[in-house]
Protein backbone atom coordinates (compact mmCIF):
# COMPACT_ATOMS: atom_id res chain seq x y z
CA UNK A 1 0.00 0.00 0.00
CA UNK A 2 0.91 3.42 -0.63
CA UNK A 3 -0.46 6.53 0.51
CA UNK A 4 1.80 9.15 -0.85
CA UNK A 5 -0.71 10.65 -3.27
CA UNK A 6 -3.10 11.41 -0.22
CA UNK A 7 -0.84 14.25 1.43
CA UNK A 8 1.49 16.46 -0.44
CA UNK A 9 4.80 17.81 -0.17
CA UNK A 10 5.94 14.86 1.87
CA UNK A 11 9.58 15.01 3.64
CA UNK A 12 12.27 12.44 2.32
CA UNK A 13 13.74 11.82 5.76
CA UNK A 14 11.64 11.98 9.02
CA UNK A 15 13.66 11.65 12.47
CA UNK A 16 12.28 11.07 15.44
CA UNK A 17 12.94 11.32 19.34
CA UNK A 18 11.00 8.98 21.27
CA UNK A 19 10.08 10.01 24.20
CA UNK A 20 7.58 8.94 26.98
CA UNK A 21 8.33 5.41 27.35
CA UNK A 22 8.82 5.67 31.09
CA UNK A 23 5.48 7.49 31.86
CA UNK A 24 2.89 5.31 29.38
CA UNK A 25 4.64 2.41 31.97
CA UNK A 26 3.94 4.34 34.96
CA UNK A 27 0.33 5.55 33.74
CA UNK A 28 -0.75 1.57 33.16
CA UNK A 29 0.75 0.89 36.41
CA UNK A 30 4.15 -0.66 34.90
CA UNK A 31 7.97 -0.51 35.46
CA UNK A 32 9.57 1.94 33.36
CA UNK A 33 11.39 -0.71 31.45
CA UNK A 34 8.46 -2.13 30.53
CA UNK A 35 7.13 0.88 28.75
CA UNK A 36 10.45 0.64 26.85
CA UNK A 37 9.86 -3.01 25.88
CA UNK A 38 6.74 -1.88 24.56
CA UNK A 39 7.77 0.79 22.97
CA UNK A 40 9.95 -1.11 20.81
CA UNK A 41 7.48 -3.01 19.50
CA UNK A 42 5.94 0.21 18.16
CA UNK A 43 8.95 0.75 16.05
CA UNK A 44 8.09 -1.68 13.04
CA UNK A 45 4.09 -0.65 13.18
CA UNK A 46 5.37 3.23 12.55
CA UNK A 47 8.25 2.52 9.92
CA UNK A 48 5.56 0.55 8.17
CA UNK A 49 2.98 3.47 8.23
CA UNK A 50 6.03 5.43 6.78
CA UNK A 51 7.15 3.39 4.35
CA UNK A 52 3.61 3.31 2.80
CA UNK A 53 3.65 7.02 2.53
CA UNK A 54 6.69 7.06 0.34
CA UNK A 55 9.65 8.30 3.25
CA UNK A 56 12.31 6.72 1.95
CA UNK A 57 14.57 7.75 4.96
CA UNK A 58 13.41 7.09 9.15
CA UNK A 59 15.84 7.69 12.00
CA UNK A 60 14.71 7.16 15.67
CA UNK A 61 16.50 9.13 18.46
CA UNK A 62 16.34 5.89 21.24
CA UNK A 63 19.30 6.34 23.50
CA UNK A 64 21.56 9.60 24.11
CA UNK A 65 24.67 9.80 25.38
CA UNK A 66 23.53 11.64 28.23
CA UNK A 67 21.27 8.65 28.81
CA UNK A 68 24.06 7.23 30.17
CA UNK A 69 23.48 9.15 33.50
CA UNK A 70 20.20 7.19 34.18
CA UNK A 71 19.83 4.78 36.77
CA UNK A 72 21.76 1.57 36.41
CA UNK A 73 19.08 -0.67 36.46
CA UNK A 74 17.07 1.13 33.62
CA UNK A 75 20.51 0.94 31.64
CA UNK A 76 20.47 -2.76 31.93
CA UNK A 77 17.38 -3.20 31.28
CA UNK A 78 17.90 -0.89 28.03
CA UNK A 79 20.47 -2.81 26.82
CA UNK A 80 18.72 -6.26 27.44
CA UNK A 81 15.79 -5.04 25.82
CA UNK A 82 17.72 -4.52 22.74
CA UNK A 83 19.46 -7.42 22.69
CA UNK A 84 16.21 -9.42 23.35
CA UNK A 85 14.33 -7.74 20.27
CA UNK A 86 16.96 -6.72 17.45
CA UNK A 87 16.96 -10.11 15.73
CA UNK A 88 13.47 -10.23 15.37
CA UNK A 89 12.80 -6.94 14.83
CA UNK A 90 15.55 -7.01 12.02
CA UNK A 91 13.98 -10.10 10.29
CA UNK A 92 10.58 -8.80 10.21
CA UNK A 93 12.04 -5.23 8.75
CA UNK A 94 14.40 -7.22 6.29
CA UNK A 95 11.39 -9.26 4.88
CA UNK A 96 9.89 -5.46 4.26
CA UNK A 97 12.75 -4.48 2.52
CA UNK A 98 13.85 -2.10 5.33
CA UNK A 99 17.57 -0.97 5.47
CA UNK A 100 18.43 -1.36 9.13
CA UNK A 101 21.32 1.44 9.98
CA UNK A 102 22.80 2.24 13.32
CA UNK A 103 24.09 5.84 14.18
CA UNK A 104 26.21 6.34 17.21
CA UNK A 105 29.00 5.04 19.31
CA UNK A 106 29.55 1.31 19.52
CA UNK A 107 32.11 0.95 21.69
CA UNK A 108 30.58 1.55 25.33
CA UNK A 109 27.46 -1.42 24.17
CA UNK A 110 27.95 -5.01 25.41
CA UNK A 111 30.04 -6.96 23.21
CA UNK A 112 27.46 -9.17 21.58
CA UNK A 113 24.92 -6.66 21.22
CA UNK A 114 27.43 -4.37 19.20
CA UNK A 115 28.41 -7.88 16.92
CA UNK A 116 24.42 -7.97 17.07
CA UNK A 117 23.79 -4.33 15.15
CA UNK A 118 26.74 -5.06 13.08
CA UNK A 119 24.81 -8.62 11.53
CA UNK A 120 21.63 -6.93 11.02
CA UNK A 121 22.97 -3.80 9.39
CA UNK A 122 24.89 -6.79 7.19
CA UNK A 123 21.64 -8.39 6.58
CA UNK A 124 19.65 -5.77 5.36
CA UNK A 125 22.12 -3.67 3.33
CA UNK A 126 20.91 -4.12 0.06
CA UNK A 127 17.03 -3.23 0.64
CA UNK A 128 15.89 -0.39 -1.06
CA UNK A 129 12.52 0.38 0.35
CA UNK A 130 13.23 2.79 3.24
CA UNK A 131 16.61 3.13 5.35
CA UNK A 132 15.80 3.03 9.47
CA UNK A 133 18.53 4.28 11.27
CA UNK A 134 18.76 4.05 15.39
CA UNK A 135 20.50 6.17 16.87
CA UNK A 136 21.85 4.92 20.06
CA UNK A 137 24.42 6.20 22.37
CA UNK A 138 23.97 9.39 19.73
CA UNK A 139 24.91 12.75 20.69
CA UNK A 140 24.98 15.60 18.60
CA UNK A 141 27.44 17.61 20.16
CA UNK A 142 29.72 14.59 20.52
CA UNK A 143 29.27 13.80 16.64
CA UNK A 144 30.09 17.42 15.35
CA UNK A 145 33.88 17.06 17.96
CA UNK A 146 34.19 13.57 16.34
CA UNK A 147 33.84 14.96 12.68
CA UNK A 148 36.55 18.04 13.97
CA UNK A 149 38.90 15.45 15.15
CA UNK A 150 38.94 13.10 12.15
CA UNK A 151 39.58 15.91 10.04
CA UNK A 152 42.73 17.28 12.38
CA UNK A 153 44.01 14.12 12.24
CA UNK A 154 43.54 13.38 8.46
CA UNK A 155 45.31 17.26 7.83
CA UNK A 156 43.18 18.40 5.69
CA UNK A 157 43.29 21.96 4.61
CA UNK A 158 40.76 24.53 5.53
CA UNK A 159 39.96 25.55 1.96
CA UNK A 160 38.98 21.74 1.08
CA UNK A 161 36.54 21.92 3.85
CA UNK A 162 32.70 23.14 2.81
CA UNK A 163 29.51 21.98 4.79
CA UNK A 164 29.25 18.95 1.91
CA UNK A 165 32.66 17.78 2.90
CA UNK A 166 32.29 18.01 6.95
CA UNK A 167 28.79 16.21 6.68
CA UNK A 168 31.16 12.95 5.19
CA UNK A 169 32.69 12.70 8.51
CA UNK A 170 29.45 12.79 10.82
CA UNK A 171 27.77 9.76 12.08
CA UNK A 172 24.67 10.21 9.36
CA UNK A 173 27.36 10.42 6.42
CA UNK A 174 25.04 8.96 3.33
CA UNK A 175 21.98 10.45 4.89
CA UNK A 176 20.11 13.69 3.53
CA UNK A 177 19.27 16.15 6.83
CA UNK A 178 16.05 15.40 8.09
CA UNK A 179 13.27 17.49 6.66
CA UNK A 180 10.71 16.72 9.55
CA UNK A 181 11.47 16.34 13.01
CA UNK A 182 9.02 14.80 15.56
CA UNK A 183 9.05 14.85 19.03
CA UNK A 184 6.55 12.52 20.95
CA UNK A 185 5.65 12.86 24.39
CA UNK A 186 5.05 16.70 24.96
CA UNK A 187 8.38 18.34 25.76
CA UNK A 188 9.74 21.31 23.06
CA UNK A 189 13.49 20.55 22.64
CA UNK A 190 15.86 18.44 20.58
CA UNK A 191 17.80 17.11 23.13
CA UNK A 192 21.22 17.31 21.64
CA UNK A 193 19.86 15.52 18.31
CA UNK A 194 20.59 15.95 14.82
CA UNK A 195 22.30 19.69 15.97
CA UNK A 196 24.09 20.02 12.26
CA UNK A 197 21.83 18.39 10.19
CA UNK A 198 18.83 19.97 11.47
CA UNK A 199 19.88 23.55 10.43
CA UNK A 200 16.25 24.39 8.12
CA UNK A 201 13.93 20.90 9.58
CA UNK A 202 10.71 21.21 10.49
CA UNK A 203 9.64 20.72 13.75
CA UNK A 204 6.21 18.85 15.12
CA UNK A 205 5.71 18.38 18.83
CA UNK A 206 2.89 15.53 19.89
CA UNK A 207 1.99 14.99 23.31
CA UNK A 208 1.09 11.67 22.01
CA UNK A 209 4.02 8.75 24.01
CA UNK A 210 5.97 7.31 21.56
CA UNK A 211 4.06 4.11 22.46
CA UNK A 212 0.80 5.68 21.55
CA UNK A 213 2.30 6.98 18.04
CA UNK A 214 0.32 5.13 16.01
CA UNK A 215 -0.81 5.68 12.08
CA UNK A 216 -2.70 8.38 12.49
CA UNK A 217 -0.02 10.62 14.64
CA UNK A 218 1.96 9.56 11.17
CA UNK A 219 -0.15 11.28 9.55
CA UNK A 220 -0.65 13.96 11.33
CA UNK A 221 2.48 14.83 11.24
CA UNK A 222 2.86 14.34 7.42
CA UNK A 223 -0.34 16.38 7.42
CA UNK A 224 1.24 19.32 9.37
CA UNK A 225 4.26 18.82 7.42
CA UNK A 226 2.58 19.40 3.79
CA UNK A 227 1.45 22.57 5.18
CA UNK A 228 4.36 24.55 6.26
CA UNK A 229 5.90 26.87 3.53
CA UNK A 230 9.74 25.97 3.43
CA UNK A 231 12.18 28.64 2.27
CA UNK A 232 15.12 27.77 3.34
CA UNK A 233 16.21 31.49 4.31
CA UNK A 234 14.42 32.96 1.21
CA UNK A 235 11.25 34.00 0.23
CA UNK A 236 8.07 32.47 -0.08
CA UNK A 237 6.69 32.33 -3.90
CA UNK A 238 3.98 34.56 -2.95
CA UNK A 239 5.99 36.92 -1.01
Known amino acids: MNLCTEISPLPVHVAIILDGNGRWATQHGLPRVEGHYVGT ?35 NGLL ?48 SRMTLSIAFDYGG ?42 RTGGELRLSNFLLWQSAYSELYFTPALWPQFDEEEVR ?10 RRFGGLAANG
Open 41 to 75: QNIRRVAEAFANYGVKYLTLYAFSTENWKRPEWEI
Open 80 to 127: QIMSEVIDREAEALHKKRVRLQYVGGLDRLPPDLSHRVQRVTELTQNN
Open 141 to 182: RAEILDAIKAIVEQGLSPQLIDEAHFGDYLYTAGLPDPDLII
Open 220 to 229: KALTAYSQRQ
